[in-house]
């Protein structure tokens, strides 16, 4: 649970970055975190982009109110609030994802849960809050699931409508900008981890990256066993060919068997 973000729900995670490797242990490198060093005002953030940049954003948000009215950005960390958006979260997570297989609790009602109660007690701390965008009748286009710990702001998850009346109007990247401008000017955060992942929505934002472990255990026979397996595992993930192959029979299970 949250990957390499130690918390209560999370006290002993098994993904690590290299600050918290410890040599005792075996690790397995797994994949790049992208990562923004936030500019200290707004003016040098809108200065790490051509004004084209921030111009194409703001005429797409533009055109989506003068096409379906207002557009609402907001930082949720209200127990109501969090309880009526995490409910559309989960349906509109679903409404993404629901045609391709992906190994998280989060395409079962069951298994969200958890994460909707780790939100809604990790924001009384000031340690989550879920960022959202909404049309004028409150319906759920975007979000970003959110937590933090030490100034760092962490994207752990992510969705936006797939709706083809939406698509022209980058909504995701708006939230994005939203969420960004918002963290600089709270001036509560040093660092916006984006987490998990090298996709091309997020390198728009920073060309910083840090690689991520999977702590294997310590140093034994049985240990490096697990070791050689796990790299091996890693090769399948990420092998665009037995990648595509593997989720397609999760697929297929996926569909006879249910989600959870």
């Known amino acids: ?65 003068d096409t379906f009215g207002k557009l609402s950005f907001e930082i949720v960390t209200d127990n109501n609030d969090l309880n009526f958006f995490l409910d559309q979260v989960f349906d509109l997570f679903n409404q993404r994802w629901k045609d391709e297989y992906l190994s998280t609790s989060w395409k079962c009602k069951e298994g969200f849960e958890k994460y909707k109660e780790a ?15 909404y049309d004028e009748n409150k319906k759920l286009l975007s979000y970003a699931y959110c937590l933090s710990n030490d100034q760092t702001a962490y994207f752990y998850q992510y969705t936006t409508t797939t709706e083809n009346k939406y698509k022209k109007f980058s909504l995701g990247k708006f939230l994005l ?52 397996l796990l790299k091996f595992k890693i090769y399948l993930q990420f092998h665009d060919f037995f990648r595509d192959r593997l989720k397609m029979l999760f697929k297929i299970k996926e569909n006879f068997f249910g989600k959870c």
């Open 1 to 65: 649970m949250f990957d390499y973000i130690k918390n209560k729900y999370n006290q002993y995670p098994t993904m690590v970055t290299e600050d918290a490797m410890e040599d005792e242990n075996l690790y397995v490198k797994y994949i790049y975190a992208p990562y923004l060093i936030l500019p200290k005002t707004v003016e040098e953030f809108n200065s790490a982009h051509k004004s084209k940049f921030w111009y194409n954003i703001k005429r797409s948000a533009r055109m989506y109110e």
């Open 119 to 133: 939100m809604i007690e990790l924001s009384k701390s000031d340690n989550a809050f879920l960022a959202v965008l």
């Open 177 to 228: 900008y939203r969420l960004l401008l918002n963290l600089i000017e709270s001036k509560k955060y040093v660092i916006f981890d984006f987490m998990n992942g090298e996709q091309e929505y997020k390198m728009e934002w920073t060309k910083q990256k840090k690689p991520i472990y999977l702590k294997v255990n310590c140093r034994t026979f049985k240990s490096y066993i697990k070791y050689f």
